[in-house]
């Protein structure tokens, strides 16, 4: 355990010094009692000789398949297949996690293989790979340990994890994965164990193989396994009639993109084992189990035309036109294509037919090109080396010796910087100026009604009931909406300002630090990075903002019209005491969670350091979850923090 965790996982928990002493002991033991020596002894091997191989290796119970049904009358349909061989079954409900399905073999309670569903006969030995997963037991833990046990689960990436992972290769100019599940394919096959260790795969197992132990129903299959110290899901239940499963999946479909993880569906199965055995299998697929797949989050259209947007940061990103398609309920005619790298990664040329992914309200995205509907007519896309706005040189910038991977417009006086930056600063989570939305922003910009920040609270109603398409009762409501964010919270203000890597919490962990602008306005770099939550990169971006005589000016104008109030703590019984938040809470969104302590005098971090009070878990929780055992910070649900008010 010492060996992987020092050469696989770059983790020890014991010093070189306490280790050779370990080794030695072992050596003598060995030597004095040479049966006792075991095949995969470390005696026997060289230290950080670790490889996998995907041998293909038998299971020893099949991993079968699943049937899919995509609406509601097909549903039924199957409900009424089953309805003529029992009238008595419950119905078990689970997520269908999009991941990768895996069989674990325990023997005598140690993990001792890990295949891949394969072929279900046979699949790929992915064993060191598998031992890196950090919320994964090597050792079952508790009474009554089975001699045998092949446990069926789905290895996923937290989709919080996947979003990092895909920023930070696509500014090392790496390939990012399309999607959550391929991420945790591409993690779980690499040659080299240290590579999947450096990727936060999770997993959650929902099933039992081969076994000499009987269960009566499927779900208690859940707190056999949750007893051995397995991670299980806690979105499951038992159901006694259809109407309660229709109304299960319908939930999910509203809340899918809540969880922490991509699901693409429900499995519904038939609780009762006796009746599972009645209703029997095909040759791949049980017939007391079924997968109701949700509507499709990827399309096929035909890209039209690949154009180059600037953001308030002045990035320049190229994104898709393309002919109108349904996706996840909205019709869409845009998708980002992230970088030009990103476009010559993926091949795309104008003229094909794309995938496009929209996800809840993610931004579409072109992910992938059918290349069997190619037209040899399709023509390259060139990044333009100069902005499509102000004509300034476009530049890589670089975090210390790395270069990014997107391209900047450093023209301070680029209008379409400034126009995003209007944008930005009267969104909901910064003023919140409700009527004046991005259209309307564009419409007074490119007219010069507004042409600053502080230039928003100079309107008047003569300014604007003239205009095309604006009455007076729009200039009134508009007036009145700018008139309501005069008063503002400090966090709202700060992030207002469209401060490089400052985002809603950044913004709100800085305002409770400090308690007030003309505080923040004086610190220095190093004070920034004291804050918990800002590193480095940040702290250097929020002093050069305020450092900037421009910036700084602006600021001064604001604070003519705005009344900001004070983000510090409110007094609690949770006063003094910092919380994070992971996995799925059973009554509450996260937010909601968060706004609760906060109210009640606590504070909310986005993550878990010796600083931390308490992390309040829920349902399938990540990363935070390990390292949060591994520093001993206590671990709360959502009824305890109830009981702390």
């Known amino acids: 355990d010492h060996i992987f965790r020092y050469y696989v996982l770059d983790n020890p928990t014991v010093t070189d010094a306490h280790f050779d002493k370990l080794m030695r002991e072992l050596e003598q033991i060995e030597k004095e009692h040479p049966e006792l020596r075991a095949e995969d002894s470390p005696t026997l091997g060289i230290g950080g000789g670790f490889a996998t191989t995907f041998e293909q290796v038998d299971h020893l119970e099949k991993m079968m398949s699943l049937d899919n049904v995509f609406d509601e009358n097909e549903l039924n349909t199957w409900f009424e297949r089953i309805d003529k061989e029992t009238t008595e079954a419950k119905w078990l409900c689970e997520l269908k996690i999009d991941g990768l399905a895996i069989n674990l073999r325990y023997e005598n309670g140690v993990l001792t293989k890990a295949l891949t569903r394969g072929n279900g006969t046979t699949g790929e030995d992915v064993t060191l790979n598998v031992k890196t997963i950090k919320n994964l037991p090597h050792e079952l833990k508790g009474k009554k340990v089975p001699d045998l046990i092949e446990v069926r689960g789905e290895v996923y990436f937290p989709i919080a994890a996947f979003n990092e992972l895909n920023a930070s290769l696509e500014e090392a100019g790496k390939a990012t994965f399309a999607n959550p599940r391929n991420a945790a394919a591409g993690s779980l096959r690499q040659k080299d164990p240290r590579v999947t260790a450096s990727r936060p795969l999770s997993i959650l197992v929902h099933g039992i193989g081969a076994t000499d132990t009987q269960f009566n129903n499927q779900s208690d299959a859940y707190e056999f396994l949750k007893g051995f110290g397995l991670p299980t899901s806690q979105h499951f239940k038992v159901l006694n009639s259809r109407k309660e499963v229709v109304k299960f999946i319908a939930n999910f479909a509203e809340h899918r993109h809540d969880l922490e993880h991509e699901i693409d569906g429900v499995v519904i199965k038939v609780d009762q084992i006796e009746l599972q055995r009645k209703l029997g299998v095909t040759s791949r697929a049980p017939k007391w189990a079924i997968a109701y797949k949700y509507p499709p989050e990827e399309v096929v259209t035909k890209l039209l035309d690949i154009q180059v947007s600037v953001g308030r940061t002045g990035r320049v990103t190229p994104f898709a036109v393309m002919e109108p398609v349904l996706v996840a309920g909205s019709t869409v005619t845009h998708a980002t294509l992230h970088n030009s790298q990103e476009v010559e990664r993926k091949g795309v040329l104008i003229g094909d037919y794309v995938v496009i992914r929209k996800a809840g309200d993610v931004i579409p995205e072109v992910f992938d090109v059918v290349r069997d509907l190619r037209d040899k007519d399709g023509k390259e896309f060139v990044m333009p080396t100069n902005c499509p706005e102000c004509g300034s040189k476009l530049i890589r910038e670089k975090v210390g010796k790395v270069e990014s991977v997107a391209l900047y417009c450093k023209n301070k006086a680029c209008p379409a910087k400034h126009l995003e930056g209007l944008i930005h600063f009267v969104s909901k989570k910064g003023m919140n100026i409700e009527e004046l939305g991005e259209k309307t922003v564009e419409i007074f910009h490119d007219i010069g009604l507004i042409s600053d920040y502080s230039s928003i609270f100079h309107l008047k109603k003569e300014d604007i009931e003239g205009l095309e398409g604006f009455g007076e009762k729009s200039a009134i409501n508009i007036l009145d909406s700018i008139k309501k964010s005069r008063d503002v919270m400090l966090s709202s203000?700060?992030?207002?300002?469209?401060?490089?890597?400052?985002?809603?919490?950044?913004?709100?962990?800085?305002?409770?630090?400090?308690?007030?602008?003309?505080?923040?306005?004086?610190?220095?770099?190093?004070?920034?990075?004291?804050?918990?939550?800002?590193?480095?990169?940040?702290?250097?971006?929020?002093?050069?903002?305020?450092?900037?005589?421009?910036?700084?000016?602006?600021?001064?104008?604001?604070?003519?019209?705005?009344?900001?109030?004070?983000?510090?703590k409110k007094e609690g019984k949770l006063s003094g005491m910092t919380f994070v938040i992971t996995g799925t809470l059973p009554s509450m969104s996260r937010d909601e969670a968060k706004d609760l302590i906060e109210k009640n005098g606590g504070h909310v971090s986005g993550s878990v350091s010796s600083k931390t009070s308490y992390l309040l878990a829920g349902g399938d929780p990540g990363s935070k979850f390990e390292k949060a055992q591994e520093l001993g910070i206590k671990i709360v649900e959502e009824k305890d923090l109830r009981e702390m008010f």
């Open 493 to 568: 203000f700060l992030y207002s300002l469209g401060i490089r890597h400052v985002g809603e919490q950044t913004a709100r962990d800085i305002a409770t630090y400090f308690g007030s602008i003309e505080k923040i306005r004086k610190v220095n770099e190093e004070d920034f990075a004291s804050v918990e939550g800002v590193g480095e990169v940040v702290a250097k971006s929020i002093s050069e903002f305020f450092a900037d005589a421009k910036n700084s000016h602006e600021v001064d104008l604001l604070l003519k019209e705005v009344k900001i109030k004070s983000d510090k």
